[in-house]
Every structure is written in C-alpha cells, then in structure tokens.
C-alpha cells in the first residue's frame, strides 16, 4: 500500500486552492493511517513539496494540461517530471514508467492523476516529434 494514497481526494476545481499550490509550493500533507512505520529505514525523508523549479514548470504548460490533481496529490512526481522534462529519452520513459508501473501490488493512480499523465505524456510526445521534424533540426 501506497503512503500516498492515504490522503482524501481534494475538489482540485477552486483556481484559489490551485492558485495556493503554485505559489506556496506547499502540498497538503496526507492523513496517516496505522501501518508499518518504515521511516527509521530510510536514509532521509523525502521532500513531498512542490519545489519553485516545478511550479515555474507548471506554469510554461498550457492551462488545460496544467496538472492539478497530480500536483496536489503526488507533488514529488511533478517535481521528477519537471527536472526531466528537457531531456526527451528520460522524460519520456519516466512517463511511460509512471503509466505501466512494474513494482507488484500497486492500485496504480486514481482516474483524475491518471488522466492528467497521459496527457502530459501525449503533449510531451507532440512536442518531441515536432521539434524533429521542424526544418531546423536538419532531418
């Protein structure tokens, strides 16, 4: 089971909280439920905060592909996806991997995050195949 998906699902259709999420950077925290604490296993606590690189990100994509439900909910993938976002191989594979998933026992994400990823992978792919065809890129 999946520490993230502890959290209640938030009405991501109010642009003030969405408004909040990209200024403050600051994710609302998940409910803890009674599991295993696994926290004195890991080297460090990961960050679960939107960092300012990704919420500039966020706001170079179109409003429509802006993916609300994904940065509210998981803000550590859109920082990953903002990091790689410029580098087609590894972007791309992040997308596809977030997508497939491999790791046994996972739910996978709910509708809305799911939604939103591909959406970002197809917009990400358009892009990609775009900027090899244009008449500067020498193919």
Same mark, same amino acid.
Request: proline share 10%.
């Given at each position: 089971?999946?520490?993230?998906?502890? *959290?209640? #699902?938030?009405?991501? #259709?109010? #642009?003030?909280?969405?408004?909040? %999420?990209?200024?403050? &950077?600051?994710? @609302? !925290? @998940?409910?803890?439920?009674? %599991?295993?604490?696994?926290?004195?296993?890991?080297?460090?606590? +990961?960050?679960? &905060?939107?960092? +300012? %690189?990704?919420?500039?990100?966020?706001?170079?994509?179109?409003?429509?592909?802006?993916? !609300?439900?994904?940065?509210?909910?998981?803000?550590?993938?859109?920082?990953?996806?903002?990091? *790689?976002? *410029? #580098? /087609?191989?590894?972007?791309?594979?992040?997308?596809?991997?977030?997508?497939? $998933? /491999?790791? +046994?026992?996972?739910? $996978?994400?709910? +509708?809305? %995050?799911?939604?939103?990823?591909? /959406?970002? !992978?197809?917009?990400?792919?358009? $892009?990609?195949?775009?900027?090899?065809?244009? @008449? &500067?890129?020498?193919?």
């Amino acid at each position: 089971m999946s520490i993230y998906r502890s *959290h209640r #699902d938030r009405s991501l #259709d109010n #642009d003030m909280a969405w408004e909040r %999420v990209l200024s403050k &950077g600051s994710a @609302p !925290r @998940p409910v803890a439920h009674p %599991v295993k604490d696994w926290s004195p296993h890991r080297k460090a606590s +990961p960050f679960n &905060g939107l960092l +300012p %690189v990704s919420r500039n990100w966020l706001r170079t994509l179109p409003v429509p592909l802006q993916p !609300r439900a994904l940065a509210t909910k998981y803000p550590r993938i859109v920082n990953l996806i903002a990091q *790689h976002w *410029h #580098d /087609g191989v590894t972007c791309h594979a992040y997308l596809d991997q977030l997508l497939v $998933g /491999g790791r +046994p026992n996972r739910l $996978g994400f709910p +509708p809305d %995050v799911r939604r939103e990823i591909l /959406g970002l !992978r197809e917009y990400f792919v358009r $892009g990609l195949l775009a900027s090899r065809t244009s @008449p &500067g890129s020498g193919e």
